[in-house]
């Protein structure tokens, strides 16, 4: 693989009023590359040697990097190599589920390190708001004094919760309903001290997997994170792509099928490939919904449940992949999801197969490749989002990437 696809070069100014900015350059510089020295950070910034030094003197009085031991045996003095402190600061990711509210801490490096999970049939809002504010308080005592370096609280929940009822139904459509005139994160504000910042669970899940995972190396893909309903997120030449409405990558309603006059309108995606057809599946046979997060969903007894579903599901993913290929021209497709893992991989070979049924004539074919982040992928980039505001370079206005 090319190097510079994997190496960006950095550049900062050496110029006093950006002191800042080029903290940033210095933090980003090390995120990417691990442990460096002082001299190598300033040829890959293009910092002053003496700007480095100070910049670096500043973040280690401030605990954000680490000296690590002197590597010996090279020409000249022994260097230190830098790194990041992983205790050096911390974010919370907050994830609002269909099925299920997720706290999630994670340190400096983007690892978690707490987490909390409740369950539940729907989202009521009483009752998740007492569970939300419960779990920070659990986690704050967890936490102990690192507690006062977490640097603010990144939020992420499917948008229009309220346009879900329909398809819920029961008691879960009344409770959904109500969200219509919530304003999720000015209730999540309310909760703690430390500041709020909101993003779609989809894009959110989608930015873990470009800082964590696959985005590491892969420039430009489509990203599908299969959970109670499938969603989806876009990165395009390093960078994610929201779109005008934050509606980009939202392939929960792209349609699977030809719309016919006078017959009923083509299902979308999210009808044929979300953990919800499963679920009504088991739930109908007297079944636990929640098994299809257990690896035990793929024994024997349950092929009845699970084959027809990995059936429907991977003829409308291969759709999907081929039909966004076309217009994209991605690099890959990445699918993850909260589904358990024996699934995911079943689901991810079927689509592989489904997928020789379509002709890639006159467009690149992405490849298919299985997510790095995994279940947690939406609260792990909901905490992610603070620590990457605060302290590394915006990529969409500041961090240069060029070829080496």
Same mark, same amino acid.
């Given at each position: 693989?090319? $190097? *510079?696809?994997?190496?960006?070069?950095?550049?900062?100014?050496?110029?006093?009023?950006?002191?800042?900015?080029?903290?940033?350059?210095?933090?980003?510089?090390?995120?990417?590359?691990?442990?460096?020295?002082?001299?190598?950070?300033?040829?890959?910034?293009?910092?002053?040697?003496? /700007?480095?030094?100070?910049?670096?003197?500043?973040?280690?009085?401030?605990?954000?990097?680490? %000296?690590?031991?002197?590597?010996?045996?090279?020409?000249?003095?022994?260097?230190?190599?830098?790194?990041?402190?992983?205790?050096?600061?911390? !974010?919370?990711?907050?994830?609002?589920?269909?099925?299920?509210?997720?706290?999630?801490?994670?340190?400096?490096?983007?690892?978690?390190?707490?987490?909390?999970?409740?369950?539940?049939?729907?989202?009521?809002?009483?009752?998740?708001?007492?569970? =939300? *504010?419960?779990?920070?308080?659990?986690?704050?005592?967890? =936490?102990?004094?690192?507690?006062?370096?977490?640097?603010?609280?990144?939020?992420?929940?499917?948008?229009?919760?309220?346009?879900?009822?329909?398809? =819920?139904?029961?008691?879960?459509?009344?409770?959904?309903?109500?969200?219509?005139?919530?304003?999720?994160?000015?209730?999540?504000?309310?909760? $703690?001290?430390?500041?709020?910042?909101? *993003? %779609?669970?989809?894009?959110?899940?989608?930015?873990?997997?470009?800082?964590?995972?696959?985005?590491?190396?892969?420039?430009?893909?489509?990203?599908?994170?299969?959970? /109670?309903?499938?969603?989806?997120?876009?990165?395009?030449?390093?960078?994610?792509?929201?779109?005008?409405?934050?509606?980009?990558?939202?392939?929960?309603?792209?349609?699977?099928?030809?719309?016919?006059?006078?017959?009923?309108?083509?299902?979308?995606?999210?009808?044929?490939?979300?953990?919800?057809?499963?679920?009504?599946?088991?739930?109908?046979?007297?079944?636990?919904?929640?098994?299809?997060?257990?690896?035990?969903?793929?024994?024997?007894?349950?092929?009845?449940? /699970?084959?027809?579903?990995?059936?429907?599901?991977?003829?409308?993913?291969?759709? $999907?992949?081929?039909? !966004?290929?076309?217009?994209?021209?991605?690099?890959?497709?990445? =699918?993850?999801?909260?589904?358990?893992?024996?699934?995911? $991989?079943?689901?991810?070979?079927? /689509?592989?197969?489904?997928?020789?049924?379509?002709?890639?004539?006159?467009?690149?074919?992405?490849?298919?490749?299985?997510?790095?982040?995994?279940?947690? *992928?939406?609260?792990?980039?909901?905490?992610?989002?603070?620590?990457?505001?605060?302290?590394?370079?915006? %990529?969409?206005?500041?961090? %240069?990437?060029?070829?080496?």
């Amino acid at each position: 693989m090319n $190097t *510079a696809s994997t190496n960006p070069a950095m550049r900062g100014s050496n110029h006093v009023g950006m002191r800042q900015f080029n903290e940033r350059i210095v933090l980003q510089a090390i995120r990417h590359h691990g442990a460096i020295p002082k001299a190598d950070l300033a040829r890959l910034t293009q910092l002053s040697t003496q /700007t480095v030094a100070i910049i670096v003197g500043r973040l280690l009085a401030d605990g954000l990097l680490l %000296k690590q031991e002197r590597v010996r045996g090279k020409i000249g003095q022994p260097s230190v190599p830098l790194s990041l402190n992983p205790q050096g600061a911390f !974010s919370v990711g907050i994830q609002v589920g269909r099925r299920n509210l997720e706290l999630l801490v994670a340190d400096f490096c983007g690892q978690p390190v707490q987490r909390l999970e409740v369950h539940y049939d729907y989202p009521d809002p009483d009752h998740l708001f007492a569970s =939300m *504010a419960q779990g920070l308080q659990t986690l704050q005592e967890r =936490m102990g004094d690192a507690w006062q370096r977490t640097v603010g609280v990144g939020l992420t929940a499917p948008l229009s919760l309220h346009k879900w009822a329909d398809l =819920m139904g029961g008691q879960a459509a009344q409770a959904l309903a109500r969200w219509e005139h919530i304003d999720l994160p000015a209730q999540v504000r309310a909760l $703690t001290d430390l500041p709020v910042v909101f *993003a %779609k669970d989809t894009t959110a899940a989608c930015v873990a997997e470009l800082l964590q995972g696959h985005g590491r190396s892969v420039r430009s893909f489509l990203y599908m994170f299969v959970g /109670t309903f499938i969603g989806g997120g876009l990165v395009l030449s390093g960078h994610i792509v929201n779109g005008e409405r934050g509606n980009a990558g939202a392939i929960g309603s792209l349609p699977v099928g030809l719309a016919n006059s006078g017959a009923s309108m083509p299902p979308q995606l999210l009808q044929k490939a979300s953990g919800w057809q499963l679920e009504q599946a088991l739930m109908a046979a007297g079944l636990d919904p929640l098994l299809k997060h257990q690896d035990s969903i793929m024994d024997p007894a349950y092929a009845p449940f /699970t084959t027809p579903w990995i059936a429907q599901a991977s003829q409308a993913l291969a759709m $999907t992949v081929a039909s !966004s290929a076309a217009l994209l021209d991605l690099d890959a497709v990445v =699918m993850d999801g909260s589904l358990g893992a024996p699934l995911m $991989t079943a689901l991810m070979g079927a /689509t592989q197969e489904a997928l020789a049924d379509y002709r890639f004539d006159g467009m690149h074919q992405p490849q298919l490749l299985t997510g790095q982040v995994g279940a947690h *992928a939406r609260a792990l980039g909901g905490a992610l989002l603070p620590l990457h505001s605060q302290f590394f370079p915006d %990529k969409d206005i500041f961090l %240069k990437q060029d070829a080496a």
